[in-house]
């Protein structure tokens, strides 16, 4: 009886510490995914937020100049009465001098403009950033793009957006997640792939949209899509008029491709 009573209380034996060990495994996993999904879920929320306090900013933008329906892109011709910063070098520097009560414009030559958190996706892992914290504004922490169909200077790919008497704004992206680049917005499927596509993996797949109308939208970006389906998803106007444009077509170097394949030909 006594050996009996060793036995029963000598522990676990190796089959059931392997049981328990699996079953803590598949628990632990369960509540990792749980909640990072619950984290990523907010910060796509967050994202949203950040877009639609942008389109409010958008709206004053216009509001503040004689033509209410300007919409500021990265390329567009510099504002005369800009000091010290220059607006082609990003859409959010227009935007940031409307927001004198957070933005903090430099007063020194080559001075990074500060900004309020909502110009950075919090999924944005190319720089840190603290959340509700301001941050030097450049082309890593700042996580949008702008876009842009040239309707203001069609001699100038990157110009700002004029939405009057447009009837497809809800179609016509202004800011979406990516990646800037200095001057340059996404007007055709190469910006669109250099800039936005890298941004796919920050909500899953799933690129944010802010349109010309102030529409915010999760746009679907699967991994097995290419990236002119992703366009077209995004912006179908667009796509469909680069699809019909003529070959060469591209603002100022456009036609001098074209100058130089007719000279090519003769």
């Given amino acids: 009886m006594k050996t009996a009573r060793i036995r029963k209380l000598s522990g676990f034996t190796l089959i059931e510490l392997m049981v328990v060990i699996a079953i803590l495994a598949v628990v632990g996993s369960i509540a990792f995914v749980t909640i990072y999904g ?3 879920a907010g910060n796509d929320q967050k994202c949203k937020e950040n877009l639609a306090q942008l389109a409010t900013l958008g ?3 216009g509001e503040d100049r004689a033509h209410s329906t300007l919409l ?3 390329g567009m011709d510099d504002d005369p009465d800009t000091e010290n910063v220059i607006e082609t070098h990003g859409w959010w520097i227009a935007l940031a001098q409307l927001e004198e009560s957070s933005a903090v414009v430099p ?3 080559k001075e990074k403009i500060k900004l309020p958190g909502y110009f950075h996706c919090p999924n944005d ?3 840190e950033v603290a959340e509700g914290k301001m941050f030097p504004a450049d082309y890593k922490t700042v996580s949008y793009v702008s876009w842009t169909d040239a309707s203001e200077d069609p001699e100038n790919p990157n110009s700002c957006i004029r939405t009057s008497a447009k009837q497809h704004l809800d179609s016509l992206p202004w800011l979406t997640d990516g990646n800037p680049v200095k ?6 499927l190469e910006g669109f792939t250099k800039m936005v596509m890298p941004a796919t993996e ?3 797949g799933t690129i944010m949209v802010l349109y010309a109308s102030g529409l915010v939208k999760a746009v679907e970006a699967d991994a097995d899509m290419k990236p002119e389906e992703v366009f077209a998803a995004i912006a179908p ?4 008029a680069e699809a019909n444009a003529p070959a060469g077509k591209k603002g100022k170097k456009g036609k001098k491709d074209a100058k130089d394949k007719k000279k090519a030909k003769k």
């Fill in 183 to 188: 001057s340059q917005s996404v007007h055709d």
């Fill in 237 to 240: 106007d667009m796509a469909r």
């Fill in 107 to 109: 007063t020194k030559p």
């Fill in 202 to 204: 920050r909500h899953k």
């Fill in 72 to 74: 500021p892109t990265s």
């Fill in 125 to 127: 892992a190319r720089a």
């Fill in 59 to 61: 709206q004053k933008y």
């Fill in 38 to 40: 619950k984290v990523s």
